[in-house]
């Protein structure tokens, strides 16, 4: 109490004439509640500013209503960059939902900024509110957006990117375009939502490397030919990749070699006998598809 009473103590008396008006100082306010108090006082002569400057320096978490007070109509709170970095320590979630409510006052670009040494999870949380809340600002993010989707929610990849291309699309009215830093965010996080929807947005070849180098899935690559359907050319030199690929991997050339000997058809134009003739010396191939070999 006793920074709250100097705080409140005028050097002279207004009545009287006796000593200049008295205005709270922040520095006399020591204390989280002397803060709180003087912080009230600020707002209710209209300056919300200095109420905003006593809140943040004093940690409290007020400062989160007076934002949502005054930013709900509309205020000029000059004050918020300079302190943005204190807020978001404070309380990430409350500034990541108050930003994405008023874009226009709590500049997205600052807020990112201030959210990266807390991690990219926070990025990721507040675009995708602001894509929900605000999306005309939320647009000029997008890459950073799908960036973040690929690192922390692979499995969100495919929608993340049909909504951003369809965005695009709509914005520009021509056909639906993939980023280069869509494609490179896609292939870095290595997930067969990634390759799903590098079909869907008509990268098949894109989405059959994927599949094949960095999932490492032989049939998964095989199921994008058939529902690429690529003209017989390219699908041929895809195929024959492929084997050139699987040949090397003791791994992927059983998985081929099932595929190949699978009841529901095989993969038309490979045939066993050609891949056993190519099958370097020496390749450690699991006991299963040596004994399948065996058995033919």
Known sequence: MAALQRALRP????ESGEGPAWEPQAENCEESGASEVLASLHEARGDATSALRLLAAAGSQRVFALLRRHLGQGADLGAVSAVLPRLVALDPGQMADLAALHPESLKPAEL????APHGPAWELRYLRLLAWRSPDAAKHFRDRMVQLT???????LRPALMQSASDEKEESSSTSSVHGTWLEAAWASGSREAASALLALGHPEQAFHLQLFEIGSVQGALDVLTEARLPEEKEQELLQELCATAIQDGHLFASLLAAVLSPSGGVPGVKVSTLFQQLP????VPTAAVALLLSL
Request: net charge negative; charged share 20%.
């Open 11 to 14: 050097e002279g008396s207004i």
């Open 112 to 115: 990112l900024a201030a959210l």
């Open 150 to 156: 690929a690192e922390l929610r692979p499995h969100h």
């Open 281 to 284: 010396p020496g390749l450690e």
